[in-house]
């Protein structure tokens, strides 16, 4: 409808060089406050889109702790907990891991999963300190020896190809050898992780890989938790499901507060002095009984030999079954693999990594 220029008294009023000049200021200062022109009018906030990130990297963020060897922690002082935040500062591994520095982990439309690995870990951090737990934030390097009341090790999935559209949910796994306490401590926030973020549990469960992760490595690195530290690592979801993706990018808060909740729950079960709960379970460090012992694929006669030992070997047990050993090649290619009882004896040596150099050529 044309309106009648009395009922606009005021824009006769405005010379057209005017109204001209006052439109382009009002342009530039658009322009330069940076808000999109096509944005400019109002319109209701967009609900939040799964396959948009919507968070930044802390970037002004350090960790709590330097890589320094940590002192026995006190029974009547608070409890320790140290959060991990996957791959951050991955580029800062010491040389005896010099091989990680280039694996930061999952992505996703340009986000690495540190950026939202030290998203979780800083609000997982804020609950508990607000429960009186002292937190270490810790990034990639993990201290000399560290010992606390708990380790978690905070990481989100990726997928690529056609799985992306299929695989999510959580997983959480223990070090290989777990004491009780990385058991209870497991058993806790799967539980308190499942109720407060409602997501699904990952039907593939976790991997070797995850209960051999390097920073429990106690038998292979310095750079690794004592093997008294009650520990898990947790999947939180994968980056890479849109589902998966509303939380872990639009609620990380809600990610937090499951992990929160668990490991207070365990905390309340925890008994400090008993030490006995946190002594990891298993052999000291093995060797071949024979020369030519076959290392297998599976627990299983007929499974592939992956390669034969030497009898000058040292075998890192990693988990048993009944008449079969898992076992670390304990240095070199770090072979993982499985030997029958009758093959393997014990050489009372502790788990330790090795003395003599762990680059191999
Ligand atoms: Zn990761």
Redesign the pocket.
């Known amino acids: 409808m044309r309106r009648s220029p009395q009922r606009h008294p005021v824009r006769r009023r405005w010379p057209g060089w005017w109204r001209l000049l006052a439109l382009t200021c009002l342009l530039a200062s658009l322009i330069f406050c940076g808000v999109p022109i096509a944005q400019a009018p109002l319109v209701p906030p967009a609900p939040l889109d799964a396959a948009t990130p919507t968070v930044a990297p802390l970037l002004t963020v350090r960790p709590t702790l330097e890589a320094a060897p940590t002192a026995t922690p006190d029974p009547a002082a608070p409890r320790r907990v140290g959060l991990q935040a ?2 951050w500062r991955s580029e800062e591994h010491p040389d005896e891991q010099a091989s990680l520095r280039r ?1 930061s ?2 992505y996703y439309r340009g986000y690495d ?2 950026e939202l ?1 030290i998203i979780i870990a800083r609000e997982t951090m804020e609950r508990l300190a607000d429960a009186g737990v002292v937190v270490d934030l810790l990034p990639a390097t993990v201290p000399p020896g560290y010992l606390a009341d708990a380790f978690v090790s905070i ?3 990726g997928a690529t190809g056609a799985q992306a559209a299929t695989r999510r949910g959580w997983k959480l796994a223990t070090p290989f050898r777990a004491s009780a306490a990385s058991d209870a401590l497991a058993e806790a926030i799967s539980a308190a992780y499942a109720q407060v973020t409602g997501l699904p549990e990952d039907p593939l469960g976790p991997s070797y890989d995850m209960r051999a992760y390097y920073a429990f490595a106690y038998y292979r690195y310095q750079h690794s938790i004592a093997p008294e530290t009650p520990a898990v690592i947790l ?1 939180a979801g994968f980056m890479t499901h849109p589902e998966d993706r509303e939380l872990l990018f639009g609620r990380p808060d809600l990610i937090a507060e499951g992990i929160a909740q668990g490991v207070l729950r365990y905390l309340a079960a925890y008994d400090p002095t008993d030490a006995a709960v946190r002594a990891p379970v298993g052999r000291t460090l093995l060797r071949p009984a024979r020369d030519g012992a076959p290392l297998h694929a599976r627990p299983d006669e007929q499974s592939a030999v992956e390669r034969t030992l030497a009898r000058d070997e040292r075998l890192a047990p990693m988990a048993e079954t009944s008449g079969w050993v898992l076992v670390f090649t304990h240095g070199g290619n770090w072979d993982l693999g499985w030997v029958r009882t009758e093959d393997i004896e014990e050489t009372g040596e502790a788990l330790a990594p090795p003395v003599a150099s762990v680059h191999a050529p």
Request: glycine share 16%.
């Open positions: 996957g791959h694996f982990g999952a999963e540190w690995n990481h989100v999935d999947e």
